[in-house]
């Protein structure tokens, strides 16, 4: 006889897999067993059938307040009953410039205007477009050439894997963007190997910026665009040094410097923004996740006052930047969003993963030893653990490690190749801390 719980379990499980293609994932393998999730709250995912899972990555890196927190949800409860929808384009809401003054806010410098998109995407793109439309009304327009860095991750727009280093994002993609470079990666594992926080090597491998502007002249080159932390290639922190000494080199050749904050704003590396960690300003930051915590889709870019300011001009009745969205600064998600930036400095969660960093960095480095573990690297509440790949296989180590943690372990993480990636919520507590990279520890065990 079905008990209710199982009657329940059962309505909560689609019974056709197939029509829906799944992004970033091993479709086939996936739905021969699933991993789905029916519910979640704080710290913990729930299953169907009443598991209750860990979560270790902030969902995607985004649910940093953690999950299904009351005050969001009633905020996008509320705001889905007052306004559903309001035109983005010649008019808009208050809460559109109630949450971009309070992102304004949080950025560092004079990063005082914010541009709404809906992904982090998006926000890329837009920044890249802001820096080309910048110089062409500068009277600038031979400035087109964008510069992003090997390894990096952008996001999937034309202009994201262009400025992208991950050769899978790129290689089935065709010519991409033209007149786009790349630095170096940042990451040496013979010379930041096991690292605590930033590595003390590497500043001098921004130095390879000059010799892209060696090769195609100042007056070609836009932008610099690099995560501070890239999240995606599997948690590789900039090298102590290495943002200041960009920066330098930008202002230099009047080059614009734009920090891709999708992943490390909103608390990640313990600031609002990590450009306040490392006291380097760019000229504009892209954000998402963090900003709603995940609960609905939203991604922007601050940018400098001067930056806005020289697109107000002309008539006055006349578009300044032909870019935009249907559902740039959504009314759902500015809700979502001030309930989000609420919390954050209610329960002072930036300050709280500061603080707890170095119980984190203490747990995460207990695995080193464990079988085929290459490096383990930390900074803020992210880690990423390199395993040796298979001989036959690479990436195979990598997902069984990811798909074991969810079945066996009752832990969501990420897996990048055989790399682990980890980044919990940060209202994450020791203890908590503890029971993550116990189990993880255990998983390296099962797929050594
Ligand atoms: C640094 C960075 N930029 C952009 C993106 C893309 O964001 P989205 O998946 O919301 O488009 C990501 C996603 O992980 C990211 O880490």
Same mark, same amino acid.
């Not at 499980?13 to 197939?18: A, F, K, M, T, W």
């Not at 600038?140 to 087109?144: D, E, N, V």
């Not at 089935?172 to 033209?178: H, N, P, Q, S, T």
């Given at each position: 006889m079905m008990t209710n719980s199982s009657a329940a379990a059962v309505q909560t499980?689609?019974?056709?897999?197939?029509p829906y293609w799944m992004p970033f994932t091993a479709n086939r393998a996936f739905k021969k067993a699933p991993r789905l999730v029916t519910r979640a709250k704080d710290m913990h995912y729930f299953t169907a059938d009443g598991r209750k899972v860990l979560d270790g990555s902030a969902g995607l890196w985004c649910t940093n307040a953690g999950h299904n927190r009351d005050p969001i949800v009633k905020a996008i409860q509320q705001q889905a009953a007052e306004l559903d929808y309001a035109s983005a384009f010649q008019f808009s809401h208050p809460k559109a410039f109630e949450l971009a003054s309070r992102i304004a806010a949080l950025a560092?410098?004079?990063?005082?205007h914010v541009f709404f998109a809906n992904s982090g995407s998006e926000a890329v793109d837009t920044a890249l477009k802001v820096a080309l439309a910048y110089f062409n009304i500068h009277g600038?327009?031979?400035?087109?050439r964008l510069i992003g860095r090997e390894r990096?991750?952008?996001?999937?727009g034309f202009g994201g894997i262009s400025v992208g280093g991950i050769v899978s994002n790129r290689k089935? *993609? =065709?010519? @991409?963007?033209?007149g786009v470079d790349h630095l170096p990666n940042t990451y040496n594992r013979e010379q930041?190997?096991?690292?605590?926080?930033?590595?003390?090597?590497?500043?001098?491998?921004?130095?390879?910026l000059e010799r892209i502007v060696a090769l195609h002249?100042?007056?070609?080159i836009a932008a610099v665009i690099v995560e501070p932390?890239?999240?995606?290639?599997?948690?590789l922190a900039s090298p102590k040094g290495y943002l200041k000494r960009l920066r330098e080199i930008c202002d230099k050749y009047g080059i614009l410097l734009i920090f891709d904050?999708?992943?490390?704003? *909103? =608390?990640? @590396?313990?600031?609002?923004?990590?450009a306040e960690r490392y006291g380097v300003i760019p000229d504009m930051i892209t954000f998402a996740k963090g900003v709603t915590s995940g609960s609905v889709p939203m991604g922007g870019v601050v940018v400098r006052k001067g930056l806005y300011d020289a697109f107000?001009?002309?008539?006055?009745?006349?578009?300044?930047?032909f870019h935009g969205y249907?559902?740039?600064?959504?009314p759902l998600a500015c809700a979502a969003g001030l309930a989000t930036l609420d919390l954050y400095r209610e329960e002072d969660l930036f300050a709280r993963a500061r603080k707890l960093e170095s119980k984190w960095y203490d747990a995460a480095l207990s695995?080193?030893?464990?079988?085929?573990?290459?490096d383990i690297r930390m900074v803020g509440l992210t880690c990423g653990i390199d395993l040796a790949s298979r001989p036959d296989a690479v990436g195979r180590r990598g997902f069984d490690a990811m798909t074991r943690a969810f079945h066996e372990q009752d832990m969501m993480m990420r897996s990048v190749g055989d790399t682990l990636a980890l980044s919990p919520p940060l209202i994450v507590t020791e203890a908590q801390i503890d029971e993550i990279f116990g189990k993880v520890a255990a998983i390296i065990r099962a797929v050594a």
């Open positions: 499980i689609p019974n056709d897999l197939e560092p410098g004079d990063l005082d600038q327009g031979s400035r087109t990096g991750y952008h996001g999937v089935f *993609f =065709g010519a @991409l963007l033209a930041q190997a096991f690292s605590r926080g930033e590595p003390e090597w590497g500043a001098h491998l921004a130095d390879d002249d100042a007056s070609t932390m890239a999240g995606s290639t599997g948690v904050e999708v992943i490390t704003g *909103f =608390g990640r @590396l313990g600031y609002a923004f990590a107000m001009q002309g008539p006055e009745h006349a578009i300044e930047f249907t559902y740039s600064a959504h695995l080193k030893g464990l079988p085929n573990v290459l």
